[in-house]
């Protein structure tokens, strides 16, 4: 029914909106870099104000450092929604954004610059669990991002096709959160079931 749904509405000439977040959980003491390349991105789109080319661009590199550390992926979930409104699709984008921002420690980099600095002590204790929450609002239809993701071969085509819908110019609104937010901090596998629960081994 959904299937005619869409293809009735096509014919009306509908712009069709999807808003879909995916989970990626990297595990061992070497995804630390990634954690790096979070923060940096995060404080670039914010001195840019939130710039969609510029948070898009920051979406690529985030996405192709992930599938440089494939290997680490330990298992992802995915979700999302369609819809014909524009508002409609901004409201549950939001939604996602909000539910992503509340999840344990998770966030935006720490504009303080303070884990940065050259006298900061060496007993950082290093995460060895991390979370990244994509969530993105685009036009059109994609089935690389709208299937099943806790596959490691659909996870790897569903982050290229990100990249490609960047370059497209078809991404309306991205927004990337992370768990822990910040070196120093640590999610532990407990905290890891308790606020992750959706995720499945890959």
Known sequence: MNAWSDR????????????????????????????????????????????????????????????????????????????????EAGDEFTNLFTDSAQRYKSGEPDLSGSYGRTNDPLYLSVTRNLIVMITVAYEGETAQLETDLADMNALRAGLKKLINLHYQGTLRAIQVHWSPAQLGDELTSDQLLQHFPELIPL
């Open 8 to 87: 009735f509405k096509q014919m009306m000439g509908r712009t069709r909106f999807a808003v879909c977040r995916i989970f990626i959980h990297l595990a061992g003491e070497q995804v630390a870099p990634i954690l790096g390349v979070l923060n940096r991105v995060g404080r670039e789109a914010i001195d840019a104000e939130g710039d969609l080319q510029i948070v898009g661009e920051g979406l690529v590199q985030i996405c192709e450092s992930l599938l440089q550390y494939d290997t680490y992926w330990t298992s992802a979930a995915n979700e999302g929604n369609v819809f014909w409104n524009e508002g």
